[in-house]
C-alpha cells in the first residue's frame, strides 16, 4: 500500500479512500459562450475494500452525468457550493477502476481567462489556465490537493486558426482540423495541468527548448530566453537531470496574473519580463528550478509551500551563480532581503512562519513573498552551517529520493536532521530551526550578503541627496538590479524638485523593465510626488491598466490605498482596469480597494 496522503484543508477529496491516477480530458474550447464542455475520464485506485465511494473538487462545473467505463450511469450527488473551495462531487463507484464525468464549465470559472481580440496583440481570441493553488476545479473534475498526482491525456478541440498548448508533449504547429492530442507521461498534481489557446508560433532556441508567442512577440522572446539551454545545464550540474523531456516557454497577453507558473514541459511566462535586455530573465531561471523543487517533489498542503518556494528560490540563485557569477547574484539575494523585511513588516505575525496555517483561507490570500525569501534565507543558512558541497549532496539525493512524490513540513525537517544536520555535527537548536519554522519574523542568525555594486549605488544615493544633479552621477554599467536598489533607495523627503529631475534624466515613469517602473511609482505615490506631475500620474494610470502581473500591480495599488486621494485615484483607474485582470487579480485588488 502507498504511503497516506496528507489531510488537506482545500480539498474535499478522500484519496486515502479512493485515489485518481490518470486522467483523459476531452474537450470542446467554446469562445463565445466561454465553455469547455465534454469529458474527464478518470482512471482509480482502491486503497481499501471498503473504498466505493469517489470524492472530487468541482467549483461550478455543470455535471450532467457520470458513467462507468461500459457506459452504465453511476449516481452521483453534489455537496454545498463554498465560494472558495467549491463543492464536492461524491460518486457512487463500487469496485470500478474507470469512470466518465461529463460535465461543462462556467463561464466564470476562475482558471480560465478568455480574452477577446483586442486583449491580444494578434487581435484573435485567446485562453489560458492558470490552477494554482487551487483552481484547477473550476474547469477539471479532480482530486485538487498537491499531495495527489496523476498522468493525464487530453484531446482538445478548438477553432481551425488557433494552436492549443498544454503542460504535456506539444505540436509546434497548427491542424487544420483544430483537433490537438496531448500527454504527460509522468504524474503531476491537478494544479500543474494547463492550457492554452491562441495565435501562436513557436521557435527552437535550444536542444530541448522553445519559445511560444503570439506572432509579433515571439522573435523578441526567442532572443530574450537565448540563456534557457545554459540554465538548464546549470541546473543539471547542480541537482541532477531534467525529467520532464522538453523545457519550453509560452509568453502569454499581459494579463497573466504571474510572473511565471512552472507548468511541466511549459512554463507560462509574463510578457513583462520581456525587457528587450536580457536583465529579468532569472525569473525562467527560478520557473525552470521548479522542476525539481515543486514539480518533482512538491507540497504536500498550501501550508507546505514554502518547500516549492524557498526552495526554488535558492536554487534559482544558483543556477543565476553558475551563470551571471557571485556579484551579480548577491544583488539578487539583497533585493529579496530588501522584500522579505517588507512583507516581515506588513503581513500578520502567524502569516510570517513557514509553516503557515492557512485552513479556512483561499491560499491565494497566503502571504506573498515569505515562503520565498525566508524559506531560501533559511537554506542559505544551513548551506554557511554545513558547507556547501554536503549541502548540494543532500540537495541532489533528496530530489533523487522523493522525485514524484510530495512532502510536508515536519517529515522534510526529520529527513534533514538524520540525513545533514547530525551527520554533520550541527544541532537544529544552533539554527534555531524552530524559530525559522514556526516563528514570527526573521532569526537573528540570518545570513547577510556583501555587494560592492550596491555599495556604489549608496554612495550615488547619498551624492544625489547631498545635492549632486542627476547627470553628474557614476552609473556606467549600472544593471537592473542596480537600478532597482537606487529608486528604493531614494528618500520619500528628497524633494519634488530631486524626483523630477532624476525622472527626466533616467525615464523612470516610463521604464519597460517591471521592477524599475514598480519601484519608482511606489516612491512617487508614497512621497506625493504623483500629485504633482501630470505626466507620473498618466504612467500610473498607463502601467495599472496594461499591467496585470498581480505581485507588481498589487504593490502598487497598495501605495494608493495608503492615504484617502490615493484611494479616490485607484478606485478610478480599477474601474477602467479591472475587466482585463484575471481572476486571481481581481480578488487581490478587490480586497485592497474594499470592492465587491
Known sequence: MPRSFADDPHSASRPNEVAVTHVTLDLDVDFEGRRLTGSATLDLEHRGPAATRLVLDTWQLDVQRVTGADGAELAFTRGEHDPVLGSALTVEVGSASRVVVHYATSPE???????????????KSFLFSQNQPILARTWIPCQDSPAVRMTYDATIRVPSDLLALMSAENPTAHREDGTYSFAMPQPVPAYLIALAVGDLEFRDIGARSGVYAEPSVVEGAAWEFADTEQMIEAAERLYGPYRWGRYDILVLPPSFPYGGMENPRLTFATPTVLAGDRSLVTLIAHELAHSWSGNLVTNSTWNDIWLNEGFTVYFETRIDEELYGADY???????????????VRDEAPRDTWLELDLAGRDPDDGPTKIPYEK??????????????????????????????????????????????????????????????????????????????????????????????????LELDAWVSQQWVAFVRALPLDVGHDVLRAVDEQFGFSTSGNIEIATAWLE??????????????????????TRHGRALYVRRVYTALAAS??????????????????????????????GEG
Open 109 to 123: 470559472a476562475r482558471a480560465l481567462q478568455w480574452l477577446e481580440p483586442e486583449q491580444t496583440a494578434s487581435g
Open 329 to 343: 547574484t548577491s544583488m539578487i539575494l539583497r533585493l529579496g532581503r530588501q522584500d522579505l523585511e517588507r512583507a
Open 375 to 472: 524559506g531560501s534565507l533559511l537554506l542559505r543558512l544551513i548551506e554557511a552551517r554545513v558547507g556547501r558541497a554536503r549541502f548540494d549532496a543532500f540537495l541532489l539525493d533528496y530530489f533523487d529520493r522523493f522525485a514524484f512524490e510530495s512532502m510536508d513540513t515536519p517529515t522534510f525537517l526529520a529527513h534533514l536532521t538524520s540525513e545533514l544536520l547530525e551527520p554533520a555535527g550541527v544541532s537544529a537548536d544552533e539554527l534555531q530551526l524552530e524559530a525559522w519554522i514556526h516563528g514570527p519574523g526573521v532569526p537573528d542568525n540570518a545570513p547577510d550578503f556583501e555587494s560592492d555594486a550596491f555599495d556604489r549605488v549608496d554612495e550615488q544615493v547619498a551624492a544625489l541627496v547631498g545635492g549632486a544633479a542627476p547627470d553628474s
Open 523 to 544: 516612491l512617487a505615490v508614497a512621497s506625493g510626488h504623483v500629485w504633482e506631475q501630470p505626466a507620473v500620474d498618466g504612467a500610473l494610470a498607463d502601467f495599472l
Open 564 to 593: 484617502d486621494r490615493g484611494l479616490a485615484r485607484a478606485r478610478e483607474i480599477y474601474a477602467a482596469a479591472r475587466p482585463g485582470y484575471h481572476s486571481v487579480t481581481r480578488s487581490i485588488v478587490d480586497r485592497l480597494l
